[in-house]
């Protein structure tokens, strides 16, 4: 919850205005999602991060002994992310759960837990679920690991600008930022 007040804070503080944004992508976490809620209110739109959903998805079909099948599954599934409205989404994937249904149990034990996971619970990774919104946070994601992979408290020299602020507003206090070495030369 801290990192999204500082991130209203500071946009207050250098735009002037307050940030009431539309749509949350990201995992289903739901300290990320009730963070997000106490900060913005709920007004807003849950979007499953693609890559995200994706590997999710890989990790299970890696069960699929069929490597072509696997293969084919996979494309099928690409090919519904880029639903572009929740009717066509709905359409593609009854279409998909009746091509691939009762073909072998790991097959049929994926469509379950595609359903189960995908379709029912953590839902909007197709295009359609926002048109015109980035269905990853991939930058998020990999400057994330950078900050983790950092032991020594030093912000790395490839976070910039404004970005850097809010890592430095929302690195916990224990944690020294600079060790008296210059991090990033313009």
């Not at 890696?62 to 293969?71: E, L, R």
């Not at 032991?151 to 507003?169: L, W």
């Amino acid at each position: 919850m801290f990192l999204f007040h500082s991130v209203k804070n500071i946009i207050v503080k250098i735009h002037g205005t307050t940030y009431s944004p539309q749509y949350l992508i990201g995992d289903a976490s739901p300290a990320i999602i009730k963070g997000f809620e106490a900060v913005f209110g709920e007004g807003f739109i849950r979007i499953m991060c693609w890559v995200l959903a994706i590997m999710n998805m890989d990790r299970k079909m890696s069960k699929i002994a069929d490597k072509k099948k696997h293969a084919e599954i996979r494309q099928d599934i690409v090919s519904l992310q880029l639903a572009i409205s929740d009717g066509c989404f709905q359409h593609a994937m009854r279409l998909f759960k009746n091509k691939w249904a009762n073909c072998n149990g790991q097959i049929d034990e994926f469509l379950t837990y595609m359903q189960e996971n995908w379709v029912e619970q953590n839902c909007l990774w197709d295009e359609g679920a926002a048109r015109h919104i980035c269905q990853t946070d991939n930058c998020l994601e990999a400057t994330d690991r950078v900050l983790k992979a950092t032991s020594n408290g030093e912000i790395p020299c490839c976070v910039h600008g404004q970005y850097k602020e809010v890592v430095q507003r929302t690195r916990p206090p224990k944690t020294p930022f600079h060790s008296g070495q210059l991090l990033h030369q313009n």
